[in-house]
């Protein structure tokens, strides 16, 4: 491996650990947001009731309700971004890949909706265990869905599943439309390939002319394989 | 005095509507819609005295709305929120001709006073345009 490529590895590792945290913290932002008006307008209503207006208890009881459901929302959120956070702790561990998968693709969801695309998963009812880089693998995988991404019309489809095969673990990203092969594009996919070499793996498909609408990664099930 | 007409533009629809009830309650004439593109419908059928304007949104986000909006009515008040203030964002906001730029979670009063705060800029630049057009009239008929 050369020192440029060296150096792209740790400083687009870095971005990514950034960007998505960064992303994340946007969302709980959003979820406060909807909390402080929810309670502002509780506290509207009580004064109401204090100048003697007629209190409805299923209006407050709706609301309490909502705010629940918001704190939820912002539990789910934090727990994302700290399980995130830990998959950096160690460059190389075991983990469950649908578990990983279904974390990446949860942070995924904002930027797809943001793109209007709608982001799915299929994944096979038994998840497997890989021992590569956690946050490797994540980088990987979002790495490629922003190359579908980029493809994607408003309110199309991207579909991220897995499924054991004899030489790993093949990882799919499928976009309902063809991948283009502009600029952007190309030197996300210039880094992915670097990125999936470093982590043991291969590139199967990406930007081919004869699978449009793929990119598969494959993984060996243990670093050292393949 | 007639209330300020607003209208709130988020993807968030349970902070949208709950904002507008609120602005409601306290006296103000609220829309609501939840994208740039349902903004641009609703500013060609209404005057707004400000728009209340996410900046993150799907599909055209907060500043490409903004933009189409200026440019298709330049008196308009538009104030940004956001949950992800930058210096680069306020700067091409304010370039962009954004009234002002709040951080979320905003303060309800704070808003109601920026709103009055726009409508009484768009007061001032439609006396100034009409002060303008009866100028140049009267220069015209040579009076």
């Known amino acids: 491996m050369t020192k440029e490529d060296s150096r792209l590895l740790f400083e687009r590792g870095l971005q990514f650990l950034g960007r998505q945290t960064a992303s994340q913290s946007h969302e709980v932002t959003n979820v406060l947001n909807i909390i402080n008006e929810m309670a502002g307008l509780m506290g509207d209503l009580l004064y109401s009731a204090g100048q003697g207006r007629p209190l409805d208890p299923d209006r407050l009881t709706q609301l309490t309700t909502k705010i629940a459901a918001q704190v939820k929302r912002g539990n789910q959120i934090v727990r994302a971004i700290n399980q995130f956070g830990h998959s950096a702790d160690k460059p190389l561990a075991v983990f469950d890949v649908q578990a990983v998968l279904e974390r990446i693709t949860f942070i995924a969801q904002r930027p797809a909706s943001l793109h209007e695309t709608l982001l799915e998963t299929d994944f096979p009812e038994q998840t497997v265990a890989l021992e590569n880089s956690p946050l490797g693998f994540q980088q990987a995988v979002f790495t490629a869905f922003e190359i579908a991404l980029a493809a994607a019309t408003d309110k199309r489809r991207i579909t991220i599943g897995y499924r054991l095969v004899s030489e790993g673990l093949l990882l799919t990203v499928h976009s309902d439309d063809p991948l283009i092969d502009h600029e952007d594009v190309a030197e996300k996919a210039k880094f992915l390939r670097l990125l999936v070499a470093t982590l043991g793996g291969q590139v199967i498909t990406l930007l081919d002319d004869d699978a449009p609408h793929r990119i598969e990664l494959l993984f060996p099930k243990q670093t050292g394989e393949g | ?143």
Do not use: C
């Open chain 2, 1 to 143: 005095m007639a209330s300020d007409k607003v209208l709130l533009v988020d993807d968030e629809v349970e902070f949208v509507e709950t904002l507008a009830e609120r602005m409601t309650a306290r006296g103000l004439r609220v829309d609501f819609t939840h994208s740039g593109d349902g903004a641009i419908r609703k500013t060609a059928k209404k005057r707004y005295d400000a728009i209340v304007l996410d900046l993150a949104m799907p599909g055209m986000d907060g500043l490409e709305t903004l933009r189409h909006l200026r440019e298709n009515h330049p008196d308009l008040q538009i104030i940004l929120l956001t949950g992800q203030a930058t210096i680069k964002t306020a700067v091409e906001a304010t370039k962009l001709g954004a009234m002002d730029f709040l951080e979320k979670p905003a303060d309800i009063d704070q808003l109601i006073e920026k709103i009055k705060t726009a409508r009484g800029n768009r007061v001032q630049l439609a006396e100034k345009r009409t002060a303008a057009e009866i100028e140049d009239i009267l220069s015209h008929k040579g009076w």
